[in-house]
C-alpha cells in the first residue's frame, strides 16, 4: 500500500512507527507545513517530502494517514477522498459537527476506506466486554482519564483544537457511547483549581461529564489534563444488571470483574495503536471501507457528544448531542 503522510508531529510518527513494526512498506512521501518537521520524518522513514497536499497527490498514493491539528483534519481529507486516495485520520474527526458531516458525506460518496483513530476500540479486552455485556442492561458507565498531556501549540486555538473535551476526553466519550448506546443529554462541569497550569481550549484543566442515555444508563467521565508530576490512570467500569466490570487503558489493557457469580479476567498484549493501523490496510487491501474500528459516521456522533459537552460548560444545562438516536452498532 503506497502511503502518504499529511502532517509530521507526533501522532504522525507513532503511525509511520506502526507501519514498521506491522512490516508494512514505510510512508512514500511526507508533508508539513513545518518543512524541518516534514524533512526530519522524511528522512526517519525514507520517504519524499511533498511541499503540500497538491503537491503530495502527485505520488499516486492508496491511503493517507493525517495527523494535522484536529482543526485541519477536514480540509486536508475532502481532497484526498476526491482524488481516490483512503484516510486514516487521526481522532478527534473535527472540531465542528459541520466539519464532520461533509467528511461523512464524503466518504460514503468515494466508497473508500476511511478509518478515525480511537485506538481503544482496537482493545481486544472491550470485545470481551461487549460479550459480556450481551444480554445484561448497562446501568452505570463510571470513566476517569488522568492524562499527561504534552502541550501542543495549537491546544489553545478553537479553530484547531476542541481542548479537554475533544482531544482527551472524545477518547472516554467515544467508548461511552460504544457500550451505552445513544446519548440522551450530556452535562459538563469545570474545575476551579488548575492542577497543571495548561489553559487549554474550554479553559479548565479538570471536568466531569455526565451523560443520560436513551437505554435507561448514565454514565460520569472525570478528566484531568495532569502534568508529569501526576500518576496517570485510564480506566473504565461498567456495571450491568449482571455484572461489575473494570477495564483498565493504557498503558496495559485488563479487563476483570464479577458476573454471575464468576471472575472475569482478561488480559491483551496487542498494541491497539497498531491494531487499528493494519485493519485499515487490510480494508483499503479488500476494498471493504465498513470493516475498520471506527467509522467517520461513529466518529461523527463522538464529535456531536463534544460539542453538546461544550455547550452545556457555556449554557450549565444538560444538551442534547443532536444525533440520531439509534444505535449504530
Ligand atoms: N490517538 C491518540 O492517542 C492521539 C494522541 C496524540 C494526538 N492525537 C491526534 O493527532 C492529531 C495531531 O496531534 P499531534 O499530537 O501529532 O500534534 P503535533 O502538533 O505534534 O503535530 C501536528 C502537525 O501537523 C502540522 N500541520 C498543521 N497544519 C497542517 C496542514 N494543514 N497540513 C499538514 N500538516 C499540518 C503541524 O505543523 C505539526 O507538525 C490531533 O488530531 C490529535 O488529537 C491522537
Redesign the pocket.
Known amino acids: 500500500v503506497r502511503i502518504g503522510l ?7 510518527a ?1 503511525h509511520a512507527a506502526s507501519l514498521a513494526a506491522l512490516g508494512e512498506a514505510p510512508p512514500v512521501v511526507v ?4 518543512a524541518a ?1 516534514a524533512e526530519r520524518l522524511a528522512r526517519d522513514c525514507g520517504a519524499q517530502v511533498a511541499p503540500d ?1 497538491g503537491a503530495l497527490l502527485g505520488h499516486g498514493l492508496d491511503a493517507a494517514v493525517v ?4 482543526g ?2 477536514a ?2 481529507i475532502l481532497p484526498l477522498l476526491a482524488a481516490g486516495v483512503a484516510v486514516f485520520v ?3 474527526l473535527s472540531v465542528t459537527p459541520e466539519d464532520a458531516a461533509a467528511v461523512v458525506a464524503a466518504a460514503a460518496a468515494s466508497g473508500l476506506p476511511v478509518a478515525v ?3 481503544w476500540r482496537a482493545v481486544p479486552a472491550l470485545e470481551a466486554l461487549r460479550r459480556e455485556l450481551a444480554g445484561q442492561r448497562v446501568a452505570l458507565l463510571a470513566t476517569l482519564g488522568i492524562g499527561i498531556t504534552q502541550a ?3 491546544f489553545t486555538d478553537g479553530a484547531l483544537s476542541s481542548g479537554l473535551l ?2 482527551r476526553g472524545s ?1 472516554h466519550l467515544d467508548l461511552l457511547d460504544r457500550l451505552g448506546g445513544p446519548v440522551a443529554e450530556v452535562r459538563a462541569v469545570r474545575g476551579g483549581v488548575r492542577v497543571s497550569g495548561a489553559a487549554p481550549v474550554g479553559s479548565a484543566d479538570v471536568m466531569t461529564v455526565s451523560c443520560t442515555y436513551t437505554s435507561g444508563a448514565v454514565s460520569t467521565t472525570a478528566l484531568v489534563w495532569a502534568s508529569p508530576e501526576h500518576a496517570a490512570e485510564q480506566s473504565l467500569r461498567v456495571v450491568s444488571d449482571g455484572g461489575h466490570y473494570l477495564l483498565a487503558l493504557d498503558p496495559d489493557f485488563r479487563l476483570t470483574g464479577r458476573s454471575g457469580h464468576r471472575d472475569v479476567l482478561v488480559d491483551s498484549a496487542e498494541v491497539p ?1 497498531v491494531r487499528q493501523l493494519a485493519r485499515f490496510l487490510a480494508a483499503v487491501r479488500a476494498g471493504t471501507p465498513d470493516d475498520v474500528f471506527c467509522t467517520p459516521e461513529q466518529a461523527a456522533r463522538t464529535v456531536a457528544v463534544v460539542s453538546a459537552a461544550a455547550r452545556s460548560l457555556d449554557t450549565g444545562a444538560a444538551e442534547p448531542p443532536g444525533y440520531e438516536l439509534v444505535s449504530p452498532w
Open positions: 499529511v502532517g509530521a508531529g507526533w501522532a504522525a507513532q508533508t508539513d507545513p513545518d518537521r497536499l495527523s494535522t491539528p484536529t485541519a483534519h480540509a486536508a487521526e481522532k478527534p483513530g480511537y485506538q501542543r501549540p495549537w475533544g482531544e477518547h495503536f
